[in-house]
């Protein structure tokens, strides 16, 4: 429809996963309007990003060293590791504030259908780091859907035989939310799990 | 809350419009942990295309060169031009395959909010392109809102005196669309502008 680059670069945009056509173009365009609108960092950091990001070699979070912040800080508290599914999700819990330990990434879940087995995980790697002792508790917050419910049923299993208490995060309620359109597992968790007041 | 260079492609791509912060840490973790993502492309692409494509010196549109590839095109009808506020909107005529005339970016609409009079439109551009005669016919094809309006009738008054025919973009009920849901100002419209049968 446009002239060779600015279709290209529609086309690239467009490549982008949450962007569809009409987003991709309206970006392009912006770029292409807005003069003072630079970017040179962007083109700069999308080729130097892969070279320059790796994964922590203790937790696999995304790292520009060996060993991610997190793993570095001698201020956090290293008996406890909080198992996550993604990077992502080690964000979401630093956001919270609530939890000062350290992580380990699995970098997924166990899932049949997409062929993801106990084997793609980086299940071995958290078995290392539970056999020195120090750990004492390991929290596991996959994800509570259905691949994030059997990993870490299949963990629990597997740290069964370790002498360290084994926790899953709570589900219930999402605070702020409507007891009328919760549905009715999160509703039936949020019976199960009730607390003594 | 992610290491250097992880953060700053967040932020930067949370610069570009109609991507917030999830979006673009979605983007970025799409880039780190797809192997075969490769966006060199896209990285040259943004450091190429500010100085690679400028705007068709006869009618506005984005181009590779000084004319673009409609006003290039000897099968074009030079006889009609269709005015548009924006070169995203020629793109979305042509899509239709109805129009084979040419074309004209005003470059935005008529807006005293935003402070934009008709001197910060390409309508001298426009003027000049009518003055040899050959136009015969100028259709405005502005956006049907308060700007859109006010341009198109500011342009068909400074058109009045030249012997050319100016007509407007139809407005009535959308295609495919719901009568019931129509906002009474586009079902006026369609009654305003119906056709016998």
Do not use: W
């Not at 173009?25 to 962007?42: G, K, W």
């Not at 035989?161 to 309620?173: C, F, K, M, N």
């Amino acid at each position: 429809m446009y002239d060779g680059i600015v279709q290209e670069l529609i086309d690239e945009f467009g490549r982008l996963p949450g962007i569809g056509p009409k987003s991709a173009q309206r970006i392009a365009f912006h770029i292409l309007q807005t003069p003072n609108f630079d970017m040179s960092r962007l083109a700069q950091l999308l080729s130097e990003v892969r070279e320059k990001v790796r994964f922590c070699e203790v937790c696999g979070n995304v790292s520009e060293q060996e060993r991610c912040a997190i793993c570095r800080d001698p201020r956090r508290d290293a008996t406890v590791i909080c198992v996550v599914e993604d990077a992502k999700d080690v964000a979401a819990i630093e956001r919270t504030r609530e939890f000062r330990g350290l992580y380990h990434v699995l970098g997924g879940a166990i899932s049949p259908i997409a062929g993801v087995g106990p084997d793609d995980l980086r299940i071995t790697q958290l078995m290392q780091r539970l056999a020195d002792g120090t750990v004492r508790e390991v929290i596991l917050a996959t994800n509570p859907n259905l691949e994030g419910e059997a990993t870490a049923t299949y963990l629990s299993r597997l740290l069964h035989t370790l002498e360290i208490s084994v926790t899953r995060l709570a589900s219930g309620l999402p605070v702020g939310g409507d007891l009328e359109y919760a549905d009715e597992v999160t509703l039936g968790r949020a019976f199960e799990g009730r607390r003594s007041l």
